[in-house]
């Protein structure tokens, strides 16, 4: 991850809308489209930097052709590790 300068900090309460808004739109939107159905409005560059947060925590990824899905389901992890064909990368 890059380091850059950043103008305006997150709060928790818009980490967590930004959050809410990615698991309903599942998959649906590009970056550009998802800011603009957030429920309440933010700067685009705040946005960015959630989504680097998000994309950096491993809770989204983003599909080829650039819609952005939520990946992050802890409750499932316990059928995750069970299964021997899986390895965990720990770093």
């Not at 409005?41 to 809770?59: E, G, N, P």
């Not at 389901?73 to 390895?87: R, S, T, V």
């Given at each position: 991850?890059?380091?850059?300068?950043i103008?305006?900090?997150?709060?928790?309460?818009?980490?967590?809308?930004?959050?809410?808004?990615?698991?309903?739109?599942?998959?649906?939107?590009?970056?550009?489209a998802?800011?603009?159905?957030?429920?309440?409005?933010?700067?685009?560059?705040?946005?960015?930097?959630?989504?680097?947060?998000?994309?950096?925590?491993?809770?989204?990824?983003?599909?080829?052709?650039?819609?952005?899905?939520?990946?992050?389901?802890?409750?499932?992890?316990?059928?995750?590790?069970?299964?021997?064909k899986?390895?965990?990368?720990?770093?």
């Amino acid at each position: 991850m890059e380091i850059k300068q950043i103008l305006r900090y997150p709060r928790l309460d818009t980490v967590l809308m930004v959050e809410k808004a990615i698991k309903d739109f599942d998959g649906e939107f590009k970056k550009r489209a998802l800011w603009e159905n957030l429920p309440k409005k933010m700067m685009y560059q705040t946005f960015c930097v959630v989504i680097d947060y998000l994309l950096y925590s491993r809770k989204i990824s983003v599909d080829s052709e650039g819609k952005i899905g939520w990946i992050f389901y802890p409750e499932n992890k316990n059928e995750h590790i069970k299964n021997k064909k899986l390895f965990w990368n720990l770093r």
